[in-house]
């Protein structure tokens, strides 16, 4: 119990630093964490949605992929698509959302297609993920 804290605590705190290495770090921490509390994973979708550097970003994404079986879990990573910019973590949801078989993400991945931001390549493979989906 007192590892997992500190684990935690340590995990937390790195994600506050300013080197990308260093929150790359605090992602990779819940790896080794049994069962992952509401702050951590309330930090992991912080760091989803608002990470400046898409490889923590993806890193998140991927720290939060064995938890997807929670309902809540999936409702928050429904939402993070609307606010992701980068294509590799649009990408790397899209196929997550297709993985679990998530059709309540159509709505937010349509959006994704409908953006200007979007691009061509990415639209292509979302297009596909929401027929797999339908």
């Known amino acids: 119990q007192e590892v997992s804290e500190l684990k935690e605590m340590m995990m937390l705190s790195l994600l506050e630093k300013e080197s990308a290495t260093q929150r790359l770090k ?9 069962n992952v509390s509401d702050k951590v994973a309330e930090a992991l979708f912080t760091t989803l949605d608002n990470d400046e550097n898409v490889n923590v970003r993806l890193a998140a994404l991927e720290a939060l992929k064995p938890y997807v079986k929670d309902s809540k ?11 992701q910019d980068s294509p590799l973590v649009q990408v790397a949801l899209a196929e997550l959302m297709v993985a679990i078989q ?5 709505d937010a991945l349509k959006q994704l297609l409908e953006s200007d931001k979007t ?15 339908i």
Do not use: D
């Open 73 to 83: 879990v999936r409702t928050r990573i429904i939402a993070s698509i609307a606010s």
């Open 102 to 106: 998530e059709k309540k993400s159509v």
């Open 26 to 34: 605090a992602v990779s921490l819940t790896s080794e964490m049994t």
């Open 119 to 133: 691009p061509k390549e990415v639209k292509t493979k979302i297009s596909e993920s929401i027929k797999v989906l």
